[in-house]
């Protein structure tokens, strides 16, 4: 059985964690949160990472950093996950769902403006699969009025947009350390401060509303409640585990970078035919290989596909059920303006096995068996056209 994803496992993990269990406190903000949160501001060149306990935790801090709260309208796609939603409706904000480009999945920045009333606090938005929104367009957009943006760059770690990393452009920016991405700790995430006049206050949400950040760097005499907040800091324990990723993030990134290309060249002879799209990084964008896609003919032909991998041992998914057709997507939400795109294209859009260290038997297995469908499928439905012209 080939599996849809396995998780990152590098026998350095075990050393670093040893190291934290046996040398230092297990808590929040010990020696690996600074080692990580440091070699990501390097990295990224971000001003200020803040490790929390999920992309969820990053994007809750993110809607009371905002001041989110009842009747302010939030902006994003509905092709997402909850807790892009969730966070801003825990905050009383009602979520204005946009429709995506066909090309790249992400919300489409030319159906931005007319979505924007007094009401928005905000735009967030997903670079799907860790390729980037465009940027540009979006920050110009938001900028003009003053509206703040969100990356849920979840999927996006190691991903940049001329030049500059996902998560380092807007005010905020999100990133998940979830087992299903790219670099784990199990369960995580982190902030990313790029607006620096959020951040006092930032620390403070992520340490249960006081200021206790600035009392352990010696700056207050006692640490007191000043504002709300929550237990946003992740155990040294998860933390351990990620470090040793970001260490060989690139040699994870090459790995991942090459499974992607293979299936990309593999089928391109299938896109060229019209049978499948495959994934668009547009021009300016680097990938992470956070995912491979393909986008088959309609709902039915994707069920199929599915259950032929099963069949052949073979996990591959499909994605996000739109938001806005969800219960409490009605309930907390609704969509500006036509969905041309999110319900129509995500019926059509799985999601094909990729991780670290795929084995070459792996990878030549899954590819054999997609061309088995496809060619099978184009003959079937060539057999369709002939009967139905007698
Ligand atoms: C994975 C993911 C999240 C949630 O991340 P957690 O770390 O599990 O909270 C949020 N948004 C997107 C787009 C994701 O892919």
Same mark, same amino acid.
């Given at each position: ?197 959020? $951040?006092?206050? @930032?620390?403070? #949400? ?7 950040? =600035?009392? &352990?760097?010696? %700056?207050?005499? *006692? ?22 990723? $970001?260490?060989? @993030?690139?040699? #994870? ?7 992607? =290309?293979? &299936?990309?060249? %593999?089928?391109? *002879? ?121």
């Amino acid at each position: 059985m080939i599996p849809f994803n396995r998780t990152v496992y590098l026998p350095s993990a075990l050393g670093y964690v040893g190291d934290a269990v046996f040398n230092h406190k297990l808590a929040g903000d010990g020696k690996y949160t600074k080692l990580c949160s440091e070699w990501m501001e390097k990295h990224f060149m971000a001003d200020k990472v803040l490790m929390t306990t999920s992309c969820t935790a990053a994007l809750e801090i993110a809607a009371i950093l905002l001041d989110i709260h009842e009747g302010d309208e939030v902006i994003m796609p509905s092709y997402t996950f909850v807790s892009t939603a969730n966070a801003f409706v825990m905050r009383g904000a009602r979520i204005v769902f946009v429709d995506i480009r066909p090309d790249t999945m992400n919300i489409d920045e030319e159906k931005i403006e007319a979505a924007i009333t007094e009401r928005t606090k905000a735009i967030v938005v997903v670079h799907y699969a860790g390729i980037s929104c465009e940027m540009d367009r979006i920050m110009d957009i938001a900028g003009k009025r003053g509206i703040p943006v969100v990356e849920d760059a979840a999927q996006g770690v190691m991903s940049f947009y001329k030049g500059h990393a996902l998560g380092t452009i807007g005010d905020l920016g999100c990133y998940s350390f979830h087992e299903t991405k790219n670099y784990t700790m199990g369960e995580g995430g982190a902030i990313l401060i790029n607006n620096l006049k959020y $951040l006092e206050r @930032a620390e403070i #949400i992520r340490e249960k509303g006081t200021n206790r950040t =600035r009392f &352990y760097r010696g %700056e207050i005499d *006692k640490y007191s409640w000043v504002d709300i907040g929550s237990s946003y800091l992740p155990s040294e324990f998860n933390v351990s585990y990620l470090y040793g990723q $970001l260490l060989a @993030a690139d040699e #994870i990134n090459q790995n991942r970078i090459s499974v992607w =290309r293979y &299936y990309y060249e %593999e089928l391109e *002879k299938f896109q060229k035919e019209g049978v499948i799209e495959l994934p668009i990084v547009p021009e300016g964008c680097i990938h992470n290989a956070h995912m491979f896609y393909i986008k088959l003919k309609d709902l039915d032909t994707r069920s199929r596909f599915i259950s032929y991998m099963q069949n052949k041992g073979i996990h591959c998914v499909f994605h996000y059920v739109p938001l806005h057709t969800s219960e409490a997507g009605q309930k907390y939400g609704c969509f500006a303006g036509e969905d041309t795109y999110t319900t129509k294209e995500s019926e059509r859009l799985v999601r094909l096995p990729v991780f670290y260290n795929m084995a070459d038997g792996e990878k030549e297995q899954v590819i054999e068996n997609v061309i088995n469908f496809l060619v099978q499928e184009s003959h079937v439905s060539y057999k369709d056209k002939e009967n139905a012209g007698k």
